[in-house]
Nanobody
Framework: QVQLVESGGGLVQPGGSLRLSCAAS????????MGWFRQAPGKQRELVAS???????NYADSVKGRSAISRDNAKNTVYLQMNSLKPEDTAVYYC????????????????WGQGTQVTVSS
């Protein structure tokens, strides 16, 4: 079983920055990918950013150019730096990790964090 602990959310003014962190622990053999989703009130959960084992990254169009995802392999931690924040970035941000019990990475299992609130408001 894998546990994820998120931190870094909060209230920030428009144009400000935040850095979210997500540390994974537990039974981790191989990490395929880590990333962040978000869910705003009344909206579906959407992918914000992801980073794979080989450091390939992917961003939602809405955050591209304003955000950067990175990870610390030694700490099993993924970070999301968000800049130039807008009110529409307000949401609960959930991190996830895709792990596998096999060297090849097959049969990945996704685990989720509990979510951290990000509110962008003046």
């Amino acid at each position: 079983q894998v546990q994820l602990v998120e931190s870094g959310g909060g209230l920030v003014q428009p144009g400000g920055s935040l850095r979210l962190s997500c540390a994974a622990s537990g039974n981790i053999f191989r990490i395929n990918a880590m990333g962040w989703f978000r869910q705003a009130p009344g909206k579906q959960r959407e992918l914000v950013a992801s980073i794979t084992r080989d450091d390939s990254t992917n961003y939602a169009d809405s955050v591209k150019g304003r955000s950067a995802i990175s990870r610390d392999n030694a700490k099993n931690t993924v970070y999301l730096q968000m800049n130039s924040l807008k009110p529409e970035d307000t949401a609960v941000y959930y991190c996830y990790i895709d792990t596998s019990r096999y060297y090849s990475g097959i049969n990945p299992i996704r685990s989720w964090g509990q979510g951290t609130q990000v509110t962008v408001s003046s």
